[in-house]
């Protein structure tokens, strides 16, 4: 059994058995595609929304929503994943701070960034059965792919699942 | 500035360590005065982070901190942090307000403490800055959040990621009464915003 710890824009994959972790996920999504027959799965930690912003070419896919869904479908498929079977799941996209403009679109980035992520599973015909995003929260997101166990943990209110 | 990789020569990243030892130096003596105890700072890191390894300066994700946040607007734009472990933030407010009994975790007072707080380093730290370089710099009412570090940090550089792929960002430990209580200040200047303080430093082009 393996611990993938899972950093801001970073991609992992594991196997039955392995862990896959986000921690203390504030306005970035952290989102996991797992096979719930042969326990392989994936999760990325995505910082922001939108590719378009980089001249040039783009050197982290996890890092932006448009490009990690795509990767993370690829990437949990090509370790032996088949897409029926897939289980999708995400947390995240809090605003960690209350204040004056926070909540303005050009903020609001942890929410832009859910509404992003949705968007790019629908283009991708990726059902989502489980999201805890929003608030003003941060969250530390944890699949056991030996249990398919997805845990939530929450500063001051401990664990959930989800 | 705005272009998508940062580079920062010797000098420049000198100068943005000493104007920022300067202004961490009145800040640390503000709340040295607030609570009566002796404030040490180290001399400010300045990093350009091309990548996105910021949560880790606090010691882990995980973490549980008490933070205080501010804008800097004005001539310069930008954002300040002020970082305490949970524990040590508890033991700051014990100390700002002797017999109080404030329990940081639940106490609104207590999250009014840290906003003043917060506006006490943050206020000292920009008029001396303001000071150096005659640039108008003021901080909005500062936001208070108890939370992971990783959370925190994560979604400040968040935002200036849509900026820029590289930011720069100034890192103080602050030590409290010897090493009892220790606390992290993280100013980061928009792309732009830097662009204008090296210039104003005389050091644009270096």
Do not use: W
């Amino acid at each position: 059994m393996a611990i993938h710890r899972v950093g801001m824009a970073e991609l992992k994959i594991g196997g039955p058995g392995d862990r896959l972790e986000a921690l203390g996920l504030g306005s970035c999504i952290g989102l996991a595609i797992v096979d719930k027959v042969s326990h392989i799965g994936g999760m990325v930690h995505i910082m922001l929304p939108d590719s378009k912003i980089v001249q040039g070419p783009i050197k982290q896919l996890g890092k932006y929503a448009d490009t990690a869904v795509p990767e993370l479908l690829e990437q949990v498929i090509k370790a032996g994943a088949q897409r029926e079977r897939l289980v999708v799941k995400m947390a995240g996209g809090a605003e960690m701070f209350a204040f004056a403009g926070s909540d303005s679109p050009k903020m609001a980035i942890g929410k832009r960034n859910a509404e992003a992520v949705q968007n790019h599973l629908r283009e991708h015909r990726l059902k989502l059965s489980g999201s805890d995003t929003g608030g003003h929260k941060g969250r530390t997101f944890i699949v056991s792919l030996d249990d398919l166990n997805f845990m939530i943990r929450i500063v001051g209110m401990g664990e959930s699942n989800l | 500035m705005s272009g998508s990789v940062l580079e920062l020569s010797d000098l420049q990243k000198d100068t943005i360590r000493e104007i920022s030892n300067i202004g961490m130096g009145n800040a640390a003596t503000s709340l040295s005065q607030l609570i009566n105890t002796r404030v040490d700072i180290t001399v400010p890191y300045v990093k350009v982070v091309p990548d996105v390894e910021v949560p880790r300066l606090l010691g882990g994700e995980e973490v549980e901190v008490c933070a205080a946040y501010v804008q800097v607007v004005g001539d310069v734009r930008g954002h300040l942090v002020m970082i305490f472990l949970t524990r040590d933030a508890q033991m700051l407010l014990n100390q700002m307000m002797p017999g109080a009994d404030m329990d940081i975790a639940t106490s609104e007072m207590a999250r009014s403490a840290l906003q003043e707080l917060g506006n006490i380093l943050a206020s000292s730290f920009l008029r001396s800055l303001a000071d150096m370089t005659g640039l108008v710099m003021h901080s909005t009412v500062p936001a208070v959040a108890m939370d992971f570090a990783g959370s925190i940090i994560s979604y400040v550089v968040s935002n200036m990621y849509e900026l820029s792929e590289n930011i720069m960002i100034v890192d103080t430990r602050f030590e409290v009464g010897g090493d009892q209580i220790d606390g992290e200040c993280v100013f980061i200047p928009e792309p732009g915003a830097l662009g204008t303080l090296l210039e104003t430093l005389g050091v644009g082009d270096a």
